[in-house]
């Protein structure tokens, strides 16, 4: 197995866990779990609604196919985890809780990066080399994807 695929399944891996088992603390309103949504100054009912998200965000990662569902998926986990780390700070929680929130954004950007062809709709732009006066150089040119 190549290091980016290995890179690509141990970071989704993670990730797709933390937030299945997250997502379902928050589904079922574990005690814990409202405790701390309480603590930071959100009501109960969003514990559904980002459970809820949490749960079909690792669907959405996890099976084939849907690269541009995907795509909203990783955002998605992306702006859950800065803002609870935006959340836990702002309430003067111990840096743990705020290195937590850090690690599954940073994995979330780390699965993204490192996934196949086939689970991204594309490249933006394709490298090009070119010469400029006998020098190669290297330009990007978009590219239009579906």
Known sequence: MK???ITYWTSTGILTLGLFTGGLSQLTHQQDTAAAIQHLGYP???MTIIGTWKVLAVGALLAPGFTRLK??????????MTGAMISHLACGDPA?????ALSFAALAVISWGTRPASRTL???FSATTVSLNGLPMVTSSPRHSS
């Open 3 to 5: 290091v980016k695929s």
């Open 44 to 46: 109960l009912y969003f």
């Open 71 to 80: 795509e909203w998926a990783y955002a998605g986990v992306f702006f859950n």
């Open 96 to 100: 743990w809780r705020v290195i937590v």
């Open 122 to 124: 594309g490249t933006l």
